[in-house]
């Protein structure tokens, strides 16, 4: 058999677990082993109608009666965040599944508007008896204990004690997403907090203590809904830490860097067309696989331009059996932001408002994500957080602060207002 050889010495663009589906060994002509070209990129702000034309063609290619699965609702939604959350320069790991997981469950808790406006904007199908069983069969698959990996996923809704959530909507809530009913004082934040982040330790392996302040809680504050996902597993194929050596990761036009390379020669599943190499490494236990995407050319923003969720499964589909060469760069990241302005560009806007004393609406969404990728294998772990609150929401008139001459500032006691500093600034300097 020959041997194809690949050099993977690109930023790893996506991580997808995927069933495995093995196919034949097949034999093939070694051509050669690609030498990154580098093209240069350079950061710009997506425009509002940026989004709204990429959102428009990108849902153009959905079913108009939106008749899928869940899976495939996330999987377009994944592509979505993931052009939207990436920036130049700068690594991204995050979980759709959480974030869809943790606004479905949002979307029992509210009125229909507000609902509708959340499914919609996670791509979800328009029948809610089929987003309620496709969670519970989904979740209810990833509960089974496997002794190869860890894969455990879990839910809570958190209610204020003051605050009363329908039994109904709770029953949903429990039934269909296994969320487990806590209860919380929103008159205590701190407390609430500590209570929120255990939960999240806990529910990671250690591997995210924290997901919320003490300030994200207020008065106003009437439920929590959590999701924390985990997961660990070892390479189906280990690579040898003996193996592994530096070698030329090159990170952009003007940067390269050396790396610790993990190196191994096996056989995997891969394809490739005339724009990107695709390999699939599975994980013990034949359920789960990475597959990483690597342009031809060192240029992952024309690759992230053209991703759809349809070329992943195309992708998937052509894989064949390969004895590769692999050079691939251990890794080890987090990544969180608050996701309340990228939900509104993808259609999530009402579902921000209040325009009532007494409805129900989200206040904030947080997210949280980390991945390490060794020589044994993968552990990664995400959470998210989903603040609802009540009444209407305050509008506020906009104004620009910006302070480029000189001006006197103070640090006070906001409790009585007492002085506790007091200075002026005219050469704004930064001493060490």
């Keep these: 058999m020959k041997k194809v050889s690949i050099s993977f010495m690109m ?14 060994q097949v034999e093939v002509e070694f051509v ?29 290619d959905s079913d108009s009666d939106m008749d899928y699965s869940i899976s495939e609702a996330n999987n ?24 869809s997981n943790a606004l479905a469950m949002t979307a029992e808790t509210t009125n229909e508007e507000i609902s509708n406006s959340i499914r919609s904007g996670l791509r979800l199908p328009n029948d ?52 487990q009913a806590i ?19 806990k529910k990671t392996n250690g591997m995210i203590k924290k997901i919320i302040n003490a300030g994200d809680i207020h008065g106003r504050t009437h439920l929590i809904l959590t999701n924390a996902i985990y997961f660990k597993g070892s390479w189906e194929e280990e690579f040898q830490v003996y193996n592994t050596s530096q070698r030329t990761f090159y990170n952009s036009a003007e940067q390269e860097s050396q790396v610790d390379f993990m190196n191994i020669n096996e056989k995997f599943a891969y394809t490739e067309d005339d724009n990107v190499q695709v390999l699939k490494m599975n994980y013990r236990g034949g359920d789960l696989s990475m597959i990483v995407i690597l342009p031809r050319e060192n240029d992952i923003r024309a690759l992230k ?16 059996i390969y004895e590769v060469e692999v050079h691939f760069p251990k890794f080890k990241f987090d990544f969180d932001a608050e996701l309340n302005e990228v939900l509104k560009k993808i ?10 004393a007494d409805e129900l609406y989200i206040d ?3 997210h949280r994500a980390i991945i390490d990728v060794n020589e044994a294998g993968t552990e990664a772990a995400a959470v998210t957080g989903v603040f609802m609150t009540d009444g209407m929401s305050p509008q506020y008139e906009k104004r620009k602060f910006i302070a480029d001459h000189p001006f006197i500032f103070v640090i006070q006691d906001d409790r009585n207002q007492n002085i506790l500093f007091m200075g002026k600034v005219e050469y704004p300097v930064y001493k060490d």
């Design 128 to 179: 809610t008896s089929i987003i309620r069983k496709g969670y519970q069969s989904i979740l209810a698959n990833y509960g089974k204990e496997n002794k190869e990996y860890a894969l455990n996923i879990a839910n809570a809704v958190w209610v204020d004690k003051k605050y009363s959530l329908e039994s109904e909507r709770q029953k949903n809530i429990e039934k269909y997403y296994l969320g």
């Design 364 to 366: 904030k969404v947080l």
């Design 183 to 201: 209860s919380f004082d929103n008159l205590q934040p701190v407390v609430t907090a500590n209570q929120v982040n255990e939960w999240c330790d």
């Design 32 to 60: 050669k082993e690609v030498t990154p070209q580098i093209v240069q990129e350079t950061e710009k702000e997506i425009s509002p109608e940026e989004v709204q034309q990429f959102l428009k063609e990108f849902d153009s």
């Design 11 to 24: 930023l790893l663009l996506l991580v997808v677990l995927a069933n495995c589906n093995k196919k034949e």
């Design 305 to 320: 331009d053209s991703l759809k969720s349809e070329m992943l499964a195309k992708w998937n589909n052509n894989l064949d």
């Design 347 to 356: 259609g999530m806007d009402r579902a921000f408002v209040g325009k009532t």
């Design 76 to 99: 377009k939604l994944s592509v979505i965040l993931f052009k939207m959350l990436d920036k130049d320069n700068e690594n991204l790991i995050f979980s759709s599944f959480s974030i």
